[in-house]
């Protein structure tokens, strides 16, 4: 029964009108665009503003973070929680940059892009879960210092109450493009996850590909502590191919030779900038992502 009411919201919800839809992606070229900041204390004001503005409550964790390069330095995570019950879903998106060599990354790929589709996420299923409540929480964590070695990530972890954790979706470099990059190599328990991302890929008609080796964010943290986890990102497919070619190719990738995919010219450098955010794609993946959680909670009632 409950698996038919949710059905019913989440085809209802899947529904969304051009208008509504242009819409959407004109607020997010235009949230974007503050993510332009000198400072991750900057990013730190911009993402609690947005939150404010979409009327998502948020808690701060402060935290003693830095590394051997930086010195002991305060990192600011920042936890949305949606809905109420005794399991967890975890969505987490880093929201620091890289600072440069006398300068500061715009940091829209990676990873204010990712950042605003949680966002997205969240609101839609705030939505969905005043619609047909159920008892699951989407524990929304923004970390800060995931740059200087997935610290924020860790640190959530540590304070957090890892019983309650059923599965952890991470997003990292997403600002444009339709295909769903997400990677294997999180270990025998996100087996599950892996399964409900690729039906969830395959009944939409999205094009994603899975990657053996994918690169590490956040959700190494989760892994290594032994909860399932999904990492994602998205590009153009054709960035996406490269990528994988990079990172699975082996010996013969087919790339020519010193070929560095795209994106990993642009992200970690000054080439990461607004110009490459697209506010369809973003808005797209938001409720991708939302879809897939509820989707992976649904699945975790029903023992699956
Ligand atoms: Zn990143």
């Known amino acids: 029964m409950i698996r038919t009411l949710l059905s019913a919201a989440l085809g209802a919800a899947l529904v969304a009108t051009p208008a509504s839809a242009q819409d959407a992606a004109a607020d997010l070229e235009t949230a974007a665009a503050a993510?332009?900041?000198p400072s991750n204390a900057e990013r730190f004001r911009v993402l609690t503003e947005q939150l404010t503005a979409a009327g998502l409550d948020y808690e701060v964790q402060a935290f003693e973070g830095g590394?051997?390069?930086t010195g002991p330095l305060e990192g600011r995570n920042v936890v949305v929680t949606i809905g109420r019950g005794p399991v967890d879903i975890v969505l987490t998106a880093h929201y620091d940059a890289v600072p440069l060599e006398g300068g500061f990354s715009q940091g829209i790929v990676?990873?204010?892009g990712s950042v605003?589709?949680?966002?997205?996420a969240a609101v839609r299923l705030r939505e969905t879960s005043a619609a047909e409540p159920f008892p699951y929480r989407y524990v929304f964590v923004f970390t800060d210092q995931e740059e200087l070695g997935l610290i924020g990530a860790r640190k959530w972890l540590e304070s957090a109450d890892r019983s309650r954790i059923a599965a952890v979706i991470n997003a990292d470099v997403a600002a444009y493009g339709d295909t769903v990059m997400y990677g294997e190599n999180n270990g025998e328990q996100s087996a599950g996850?892996?399964?409900?991302?690729?039906?969830?890929?395959?009944?939409?008609?999205?094009?994603?590909?899975?990657?053996p080796v994918y690169p590490?964010?956040?959700?190494?943290?989760?892994?290594a502590a032994g909860l399932p986890v999904l990492s994602l990102?998205?590009?153009?497919?054709i960035g996406a191919h490269q990528m994988w070619l990079a990172f699975n190719g082996g010996e013969t990738p087919g790339l020519r030779e010193g070929f560095v995919p795209p994106v990993f010219q642009r992200i970690h450098s000054?080439?990461?900038?607004?110009?490459?955010f697209e506010g369809e794609d973003v808005a797209r993946f938001g409720a991708f992502i939302a879809d897939l959680a509820l989707r992976i909670a649904i699945d975790h009632a029903a023992g699956g």
């Open 67 to 69: 590394n051997g390069r």
């Open 233 to 237: 990102g998205t590009q153009d497919a």
């Open 110 to 112: 990676d990873n204010a």
């Open 116 to 120: 605003l589709a949680m966002m997205q």
């Open 193 to 211: 996850l892996l399964r409900a991302l690729r039906l969830q890929c395959a009944e939409r008609a999205v094009t994603c590909v899975g990657f």
């Open 35 to 37: 993510w332009v900041q």
């Open 270 to 276: 000054t080439g990461d900038v607004l110009d490459l």
């Open 216 to 223: 590490p964010s956040d959700d190494r943290v989760f892994s």
